[in-house]
């Protein structure tokens, strides 16, 4: 049981932090560039753009404030999942926000194997930020001795809605054309977008 009333509070806003920016804000950003690819109208892509750089960039600085405060004040030992999980996703999550902000312009070669990078990087970096939300919340639960059951059903059915609107934009277009005989698609002109720009 932790007495420490201190180090009790700088736990909680270190969990708020990570879970607002790794448990939740870059996930919803990587659902709005996924809207993106949906989109058909540049304006509406440009809008999903910044959702996803205006998310991403604000989750680093949650981050970053989340990591001083557990650096500065927590043991330092990096002897458990959490701990050490913990520290390898400081760094990923920065390098994956400089990956983004460094892209080459779409149309230039290297933009292929950026997107893959960024792709699997990003995604890697938002699986293992989800898991670490559930170990930081049973490391909180042994320090204290406190019930984490409400925290835990919050937050996977926060994860599960975000999992099926992950899975639904992979369908939407399939479902959308269920309607419609192959062959009777109606034409589709090809309007110029602005999506060379992000
Ligand atoms: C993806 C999100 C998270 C990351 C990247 C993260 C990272 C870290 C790191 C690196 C440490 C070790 C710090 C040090 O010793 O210097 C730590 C400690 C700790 N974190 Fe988190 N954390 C996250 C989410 C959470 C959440 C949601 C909670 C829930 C309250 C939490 C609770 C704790 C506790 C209690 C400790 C100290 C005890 C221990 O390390 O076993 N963390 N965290
Ligand atoms: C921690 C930060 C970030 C994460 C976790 C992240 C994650 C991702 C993921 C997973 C995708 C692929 C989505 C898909 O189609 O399945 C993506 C696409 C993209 N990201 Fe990020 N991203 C981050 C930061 C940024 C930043 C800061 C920018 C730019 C300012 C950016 C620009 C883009 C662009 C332009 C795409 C679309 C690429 C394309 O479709 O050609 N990202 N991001």
């Not at 919803?28 to 993106?36: E, M, N, Y």
Request: charged residues 15%; glycine residues 8%.
């Amino acid at each position: 049981m932790l007495h420490d009333h201190q180090l009790l509070s700088q736990i909680v806003v270190h969990g708020f932090l990570l879970w607002a920016s790794m448990g939740f804000l870059i996930p919803v950003g990587i659902l709005a560039i996924r809207l993106s690819n949906l989109e058909e109208h540049g304006r509406k892509r440009k809008i999903m753009f910044f959702i996803h750089a205006v998310t991403q960039v604000v989750s680093v600085i949650l981050v970053t404030a989340g990591a001083v405060l557990s650096i500065k004040n927590f043991s330092n030992a990096f002897d458990n999942t959490h701990r050490r999980l913990g520290v390898a996703l400081y760094g990923l999550v920065f390098l994956q926000a400089l990956s983004g902000l460094l892209r080459p312009k779409r149309g230039d070669k290297r933009r292929t194997i950026w997107f893959f990078a960024h792709w699997i990087l990003g995604s890697t970096v938002s699986l293992l930020g989800i898991i670490n939300v559930y170990t930081g919340l049973h490391a909180y639960k042994k320090i204290t001795s406190r019930s984490i059951t409400p925290w835990v059903i919050f937050y996977t059915a926060e994860i599960v809605c975000i999992g099926f609107l992950y899975l639904f934009q992979e369908k939407w277009e399939y479902i959308h054309k269920q309607g419609v005989i192959r062959g009777n698609e109606p034409m589709t002109t090809i309007q110029p977008t602005d999506k060379e720009s992000c």
